[in-house]
């Protein structure tokens, strides 16, 4: 039985044993209370989460920050959702330092009996896997965690308290290079990444380029990786911005950037150039990097904010996927730009994301 159900059944439990005690005692003798003191209340003892009553949700990012204006902030933003929607009593996140932290981090929300942990980030997937099988009555999201951890030779691969919250990065790459390759005058894209270690980043690039060559072979690409390791390839937005600059001198005039503020700063340089569009990545970036607003014509979105609503939802539905939970992706509105992304672009994006639905299209990455 689920601890929301018990809990439920607890609160009705409770309310029966106090309406009985008020029955008991409805009749005043106006005797005073033993030793001639007065009544007093007892004090009132706030339940924890590990009570059965109590729900509470906690968020450990990867090596990154959660105000990233992009990846972490949207996991945060569906566990502020979720927790709102469900009364949490306790909602709170912990930014990773140290890849070394991850089991330190989750066990923090353990020792507390928090109900829900989201993991955010593919590093953290092996650790989080060995956290759910070690602590079966505490549900782990790992976005962008694909659940395939194998622990022993007896266990099965999908651990029932374990879920990946996963997407399709390249199909939404893809439709933000095929839009590029359709924006650009001089042929030439650029597009500025975290690190090729963490493959959701690798999909976003390889659909990128697979787009833009979808409408225009003959185009280039000019796509460049974060030198660093883990700890740095996704808050360096100084390197991102000059990567960009660089780029741009060599004809890009449209730049992708998709690593988090990293990728932040490379869509910030291009607005500073007249003539380049920008596209940002994972949340509607218009909503979050008002600097890149000359430039921002759409995102290639993950819509990781209502993916995680959706598994918390499932989590008090009694309907847990096992293994992985592919939430949408696609691009983010045009805003300022709709009217230079025309019809004829539009109905060819629409067409490309019908495609790639139903298989008849493919990106070619992972084959």
Known sequence: MSKKLLGFLALLL??????????????NTGEEPANNEPAVDEPVVEEGCESENVFCIGLVTDVGEV???????????????AAEKYNAAKIDYIETKDAKDYAANMQLFLDQGYDIIVTVGFAM???????????????FIGVDQFQVYQFDDDASNDVPNFVGLVFNED??????????????????????????????????KEGFEAGAAYINPDIQVISTY????LDVAFTDPEWGGATAAQAIDNG???????????GNGAIEEAAAHDGVFCI?????????????????????????????????????????PLGNYY??????????????????????????????ADGSITTGYGQ
Do not use: R
């Not at 890009?252 to 990293?262: C, L, R, W």
């Not at 949408?328 to 019908?354: C, K, N, R, W």
């Open 14 to 27: 409770l309310t029966a044993l106090v309406l009985t005690a008020c029955g008991g005692t409805a009749e």
């Open 67 to 81: 105000d990233d204006k992009s990846f972490n902030q949207s996991a945060w933003e569906g566990a502020q959702l």
């Open 125 to 139: 997937g092996e650790a989080t896997g060995i956290a759910a099988v070690e602590n079966p009555d505490t549900f």
């Open 171 to 204: 199909h939404s790459g893809f439709l933000a290079g095929a839009l590029a390759a359709m924006l650009t005058e001089t042929n030439i894209l650029a597009g500025v990444y975290g690190t090729d270690l963490i493959p959701p980043v690798v999909a976003f």
């Open 226 to 229: 974060h030198p660093g390791g």
């Open 252 to 262: 890009a005039d449209v730049v992708f950037g998709a690593g988090g503020k990293t």
């Open 280 to 320: 940002g990545v994972d949340s509607d970036q218009w909503l979050t990097v008002p600097a890149a607003h000359p430039c921002l014509v759409t995102s290639a979105m993950k819509l990781i904010t209502p993916g995680l609503v959706g598994l918390v939802d499932a989590y008090f539905e009694d309907t847990i």
């Open 327 to 356: 939430g949408a992706a696609g691009l983010a509105p045009y805003h300022d730009f709709e009217s230079m992304v025309t019809s004829e672009m539009q109905a060819t994006i629409d067409e490309l994301a019908a495609g790639l």
